[in-house]
């Protein structure tokens, strides 16, 4: 069974960066497309980014140019930094993976962090 652990959200302020991990664990966790979902209050849950085993990425239109997702496969560890943070950025950000990547990207994936807090203040 993979689990999803994220990490490094917080409070920054506009224009700030931050970098979010993610630690899979499991035998197959290493094969796995991951990724990140976000959910600001309020709205519907929201396709981030996305990256293969092989290292190919998929971004969100709304912040790409401002992400980069990157992922070390000898430790299981996705990351995403995401720089020139806005307000409208605040939500809470999910560690997602499953096999396929377009369920990462249609925001299905079958498996799920508990979520971290990113809150941008004006």
């Known amino acids: 069974q993979v689990q999803l652990v994220e990490s490094g959200g917080g409070l920054v302020q506009a224009g700030g960066s931050l970098r979010l991990s993610c630690a899979a664990s499991?035998?197959?966790?290493?094969?796995?497309?991951m990724g990140w979902v976000r959910q600001a209050p309020g709205k519907e849950r929201e396709f981030v980014a996305a990256?293969?085993?092989?290292?190919?990425?998929y971004y969100a239109s709304s912040m790409k140019g401002r992400l980069t997702i990157s992922r070390d496969n000898a430790e299981n560890t996705v990351y995403l930094q995401m720089n020139s943070l806005k307000p409208e950025d605040t939500a809470v950000y999910y560690c997602?993976?499953?096999?396929?990547?377009?369920?990462?990207?249609?925001?299905?994936?079958?498996?799920w962090g508990q979520g971290t807090q990113v809150t941008v203040s004006s």
């Open positions: 990256i293969t085993r092989s290292g190919n990425t």
């Open positions: 997602a993976a499953d096999a396929i990547t377009g369920r990462l990207t249609s925001i299905t994936p079958n498996l």
């Open positions: 499991g035998r197959t966790a290493s094969t796995y497309v």
